[in-house]
């Protein structure tokens, strides 16, 4: 009877994590329980999914030069898969005004905060996704980077490792891009992924995890393959018409 109850516990232990894992991933179970966040305007549809442009606005009051670039480097990041997996691409625009992520700082509480703030507007969605969750869509998200972040000397927004001591700047910023795309935080079940809620000095995640990448086409879908597939068909037609307008 003891030994049973010590294989029931373990199985419980094994299974709770990818659980809790898997909710997480996707939008803001604190608040919409069961529902995605997205910035699309309609669900995917497997195989038709044209790609979308999410805009985001840098605020030049709030942010060096410096920083600036390593805003757009985080946005190049995510980007780089996107063009491949998802059917979404990030897009710097000139203001703030209908930019679907907007970047500012202000020198937030370090009890409170995790160095970031976020504020996003969202409106119920129509319909459901192809697995039948119901979704909200982002019409905007503020999100405000601590300026003044715990202990010293800040951040790190040099190239390499991230030093002891310090909290890495694009690190934070990959984060913070999948927060406005509508990801919600991972457990500790993917220690890998840039999701990382607690963001700790000496913690680096600039390189998406395979659960981040699952999730983000989980929210805007897998590209049209027809984009390719026409490309190819192009390419053909063209060599038809070269062989057929060869020398007679
Ligand atoms: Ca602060
Ligand atoms: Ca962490």
Redesign the pocket.
Known sequence: MKSRRIVVAALLALAAPSAAFAQQQYGDPTNFPGTYLTQRTSPPVPGTNATIDVTYFIDPGSFSGQDANLIRAAAAIWSNYMLTQAAVVLVEVNSAAGAGIVFTSA????ATFNLAQRILTTVPGAGTYPDGTPWRQITSATITI?S???GAPGYFTGNGSVPVGRYDFLSLIIREFGVGLGLGFATNADPNSVMDGNLAPGDQHQALSPTDIKALVTLYGAPEPATWALFGIGLTVLAARRRRSGPA
């Not at 020198?107 to 370090?110: A, G, I, P, S």
């Open positions: 020198d937030l509480d370090d601590d003044d972040p715990p």
